[in-house]
Nanobody
Framework: QVQLVESGGGLVQAGGSLRLSCVASGTIFKMPAMGWYRQAPGKQRELVAAITTGGSINYADSVKGRFTISRDNAKNSVYLQMSSLKPEDTAVYYC???????????????WGQGTQVTVSS
């Protein structure tokens, strides 16, 4: 059993900052990638940022230069530092982990419960 627990969402004014955290717990054999997705009302879930165990990073164009993703492999944790927030960043943010629970089990996607980020204008 694997669980992802997010924290750090909330309400912030445009131009402000927030830091999201996510920790994965349970039986984890390997976790090649962790990341953050978001879903705004009426829109599809989209990738915000992802990071591999080796530190390779991918950002959505809309957040480049404003958001920073980081990871602590020893703590099975991923973080998202969000700065210069805009109203269009308002969404539910979901932590994602691509992991395998055992050497002979494929990698699957696991999701957190989501945390609301609201940016007021």
């Amino acid at each position: 059993q694997v669980q992802l627990v997010e924290s750090g969402g909330g309400l912030v004014q445009a131009g402000g900052s927030l830091r999201l955290s996510c920790v994965a717990s349970g039986t984890i054999f390997k976790m090649p990638a962790m990341g953050w997705y978001r879903q705004a009302p009426g829109k599809q879930r989209e990738l915000v940022a992802a990071i591999t165990t080796g530190g390779s990073i991918n950002y959505a164009d809309s957040v480049k230069g404003r958001f920073t993703i980081s990871r602590d492999n020893a703590k099975n944790s991923v973080y998202l530092q969000m700065s210069s927030l805009k109203p269009e960043d308002t969404a539910v943010y979901y932590c994602n982990a691509r992991l395998s629970m055992r050497w002979d089990i494929p990698v699957y996607d696991y999701w957190g419960q989501g945390t609301q980020v609201t940016v007021s204008s």
